[in-house]
T-cell receptor
Framework: GAVVSQHPSRVICKSGTSVKIECRSL??????MFWYRQFPKQSLMLMAT?????????EQGVEKDKFLINHASLTLSTLTVTSAHPEDSSFYIC?????????????FGPGTRLTVL | GNSVTQMEGPVTLSEEAFLTINCTYT??????LFWYVQYPGEGLQLLLK???ADDKGSNKGFEATYRKETTSFHLEKGSVQVSDSAVYFC??????????WGAGTKLIIKP
């Protein structure tokens, strides 16, 4: 149980285009999902907290107009990187909070590797 | 502020050796503590957790005990295998569920 999927797993795009990344909880409902960036050989950096039916909460320094988050249902959150530039190239990871396991356990998607040319 | 500090890697061990990966934290109150593992080419997986002082989390032969007096949550395994090679992350969270991460420790097990 508690499986989280992401799509696509890899994406290469041209500078200036927008890219949408989907995060789905496959076997549970997630009222809260999180989006992270992971730089090479570094830990995860929390970008935003996404709650179903409400606006996402962004961490300091993260541009909300550039990284659009939509948590449209209890099983789906999307991250859209708008007008992507090479510095946006990174590994993007989502996680979902499940009531199972005590209610404070996040289950992670496999990540999406974004490369902006 | 709240933070998590892990021992720097990589840690290289021979198969069947005893493993300890140190993790200490700075926090107010009583956070939950976690160990996550990231195998090569895969996503993060929860390895074990502890939610209060003196709790011991365990999974797949790994153990960690929540020590409030030393603010530590060291990861241990009695006999490692090549398949344990991965990056291990220590983390803490509060009631808002946001995770505060350590930098990760790469573990390399040689046959």
């Amino acid at each position: 149980g508690a499986v989280v999927s992401q799509h696509p797993s890899r994406v290469i795009c041209k500078s200036g285009t927008s890219v949408k990344i989907e995060c789905r909880s496959l076997d549970f409902q997630a009222t809260t999902m999180f989006w992270y960036r992971q730089f090479p050989k570094q830990s995860l950096m929390l970008m935003a907290t996404s709650n179903e039916g409400s606006k996402a909460t962004y961490e300091q320094g993260v541009e909300k107009d550039k990284f659009l988050i939509n948590h449209a249902s209890l099983t789906l959150s999307t991250l859209t990187v708008t007008s992507a530039h090479p510095e946006d190239s990174s590994f993007y990871i989502c996680s979902a909070l499940t009531p199972a396991g005590g209610g404070d356990t996040q289950y992670f998607g496999p990540g999406t590797r974004l490369t902006v040319l | 502020g709240n933070s998590v500090t892990q021992m720097e890697g990589p840690v290289t061990l021979s198969e069947e050796a005893f493993l300890t990966i140190n993790c200490t934290y700075t926090a107010t109150g009583y956070p939950s503590l976690f160990w996550y593992v990231q195998y090569p080419g895969e996503g993060l997986q929860l390895l074990l957790k502890a939610t209060k002082a003196d709790d011991k989390g365990s999974n797949k032969g790994f153990e960690a005990t929540y020590r409030k007096e030393t603010t530590s949550f060291h990861l241990e395994k009695g006999s490692v295998q090549v398949s344990d090679s991965a990056v291990y992350f220590c983390a803490l969270s509060y009631s808002n569920y946001q995770l505060i991460w350590g930098a990760g420790t790469k573990l390399i097990i040689k046959p």
